[in-house]
């Protein structure tokens, strides 16, 4: 079955660059959209990216637009989250999630899209501080 491991999380100054990568095992996640969540402590969590399965589409939550670029290489069974210009705000525990479909939702709000989703990964921690 499929499975999800991300890693790359680290702590980083506010301006700073993070790739994040979401790798699968068990199975191939070429055939899903691949959705990004953070959740910071005390706060809900929110749906940052998605990427449908042959990559034609992506979608990006509005603070991160113009800073995070979301990608996936099939071959390797990997998502790839590219970070620029982090913010104290970013910090946060990522996740990937692989979805029931192949397209990504309209929507990034998290309630909205949790459904779709039926593997997670264990999350990787990202802390933007000086």
């Known amino acids: 079955q499929l499975r999800l491991v991300e890693s790359g999380g680290d702590l980083v100054q506010p301006g700073g660059s993070l790739t994040l990568s979401c790798v699968a095992s068990?199975?191939?996640?070429?055939?899903?959209?691949i959705g990004w969540f953070r959740q910071a402590p005390g706060v809900e969590r929110e749906g940052v990216s998605c990427?449908?399965?042959?990559?034609?589409?992506?979608n990006y939550e509005d603070s991160v637009k113009g800073r995070f670029t979301v990608s996936r290489d099939n071959a390797k069974d990997t998502v790839y989250l590219q970070m620029n210009s982090l913010k104290p705000e970013d910090t946060a525990v990522y996740y990937c999630?692989?979805?029931?479909?192949?397209?990504?939702?309209?929507?990034?709000?998290?309630?909205?899209?949790?459904?779709?989703?039926?593997?997670w990964g264990q999350g990787t921690q990202v802390t933007v501080s000086s």
């Open positions: 999630a692989a979805s029931r479909f192949s397209i990504c939702n309209y929507y990034m709000d998290y309630a909205v899209v949790a459904p779709e989703y039926h593997v």
């Open positions: 068990g199975a191939t996640l070429a055939n899903y959209a």
């Open positions: 990427i449908s399965s042959s990559s034609n589409y992506t």
